[in-house]
Every structure is written in C-alpha cells, then in structure tokens.
C-alpha cells in the first residue's frame, strides 16, 4: 500500500446480521482501527433513512472498515467524502459511474453502490467510525421493488467481479486518501462537490416523510446540500432520497 497509515485486518465471515452492527458489538479489545469486517450474506444489511440493503450469498460485496481517526466532529463529514471517493475512483476505471448525494454511486441510472457511516463521538471527537460499504457486484436479479433502481456491475457489462479483488482496490485506494487528510491535511471537499455535479439542479428530497423541492444552490462544508425553495427561502439538507426534476 503506497502510504499504507493504516494497518487493515480483514476477517470473512459466510453470513453476519449486518457487517456495521458486528463491529458496532465488538467490546474494546477487538476493535482496532483498520479491521475490515466482510460478510458473503447479510442476514439484515442496513442501509440510510432505515432502509434495508439487499444482501444476499454469493453475489454483492458487504463490508465495513474501523476507524479511530480522533478529529473533530466538525470533519466527520471528510471521512463520507474520501470513501466515496476511493469507491467512485476505484470503479471509474473501468466504469461510467457516477456519484449521487450524499454518497451513492450510480451506473447507467441505476444504484449499484451505498455507504452507511456510523459513529461514536465524545466531547465533539470522533472516536470511533464505521464505514459501511455495499457494492452490487454481481447480483443477476433483483427483487421486484428494487428492480427499477438497482443495478449491478454484471448486469451493466457482463462480466463478474472478483469481489476480492475489488475489496483490495478500494481498501488501498482509501488508505492513500485517508492519509493524504489525516497527514498531509487535504481536503478533498472540493472534488467531492465538483464530482456530484448536482448545484444548479432542481430537485425533489424525500426526507423522513417530507418533500421538499427547490434548486441546489450550494454544498456545505459538512456536505449539506443549500436548497433555494420557490419564493428564495434557502433550506438546509442534511440527509434524504434525491431524484433531479431538472438538470
Ligand atoms: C445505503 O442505504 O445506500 C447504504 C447501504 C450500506 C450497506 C452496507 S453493506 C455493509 C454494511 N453493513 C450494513 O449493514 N450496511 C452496510
């Protein structure tokens, strides 16, 4: 690994509830920074807004990382940008991603990446984060409700991936971005914002049970979107389902 900051310990498990929940129940001594928690099947892989994540044997690539960065709340939302990141840089290689707010990776309309990021903060530090990452590798199908907007990297080009393989990829390639920040200090909020390609847009975010339409004026540094509602009150947003009314 080029800068190699830190040490991964990867464990594979055949089947877990969710990777997030196990290292979440781990007791002190277990959990280092760098252990990497990968299940073939998860009995009930979570996702944001209290979705569910599609997880079965075989087929998608479910892991989650440790950190014990000890920054900062106010940079917790750095952590969100580099590992969407490594995911995005990683798959551009080979395909036409792209990423959607907050930090979901698309392929031809369809999702084929998410990341739910959980974490323990005391006294306005991040002790602890878990770094939740589900990539549809080579799921063939997908149950009726999702059908519509999940994809695969299989389905989009054919060919299976080696999940291993891809794992590895990932893991240096957010090894290297998570050292550029915690040693050398860049900051890749910029890149991140450019890459989403969402301000200027007009959109729809469903949030809890809530709609709220307007056009993204501007991300913040925490990653929130700026919306400009009809009228030009500014809301901000911190999480929820985005779909562009107008580009
Ligand atoms: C999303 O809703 O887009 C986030 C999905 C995150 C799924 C991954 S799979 C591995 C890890 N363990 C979980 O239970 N969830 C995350």
Redesign the pocket.
């Known amino acids: 690994f080029k800068k190699n900051l830190i040490d991964f310990n990867i464990k594979y498990y055949s089947e877990l509830d ?4 196990y290292i979440k129940n781990l007791d002190s001594s277990e959990n280092d920074e760098g252990l990497v928690i990968v ?1 073939e099947k ?1 009995l ?6 209290g ?1 569910d ?1 599609y ?1 079965p044997a075989g087929t998608g690539l ?3 990382i440790l950190l014990e960065p000890e920054i900062s709340v106010l940079d917790l939302s750095k952590i969100n940008m580099i590992i969407s990141l490594a995911l995005y840089n990683v798959l551009k290689n080979k395909y036409p991603v792209k990423m959607k707010w907050p930090n ?1 990776i698309y392929l031809a309309d369809k ?1 084929i990446a ?3 990021i959980e974490s323990n903060i005391e006294a306005e530090m991040v002790k602890e984060v878990i770094v ?3 990539c549809n590798t080579n799921q063939e199908v997908f149950p009726d409700e999702l059908n519509k907007k999940a994809g695969s990297l299989l389905l989009f080009s054919g060919e299976t991936v080696n999940n291993k393989n891809i794992l590895t990829d990932i893991l240096i390639e957010f090894d290297s971005l998570y050292s550029d920040f915690m040693i050398d200090g860049i900051d890749y909020f910029g890149v991140w914002k450019q890459e989403l390609g969402i301000i200027g847009q007009e959109i729809k975010v469903k949030s809890n049970s809530n709609i709220i339409q307007g056009e993204v004026v501007d991300i913040d540094r925490q990653g929130n979107l700026i919306l400009e509602k009809e009228g030009g009150n500014r809301q901000v947003i911190s999480s929820g389902e985005v779909s562009v009314i107008k580009g």
Do not use: H, P
């Open positions: 969710s990777t997030n929940r299940a998860q009930k892989g979570r996702g944001r807004n979705n994540w997880s479910y892991f989650s979901d999702k998410g990341i739910l939740g990452v589900g």
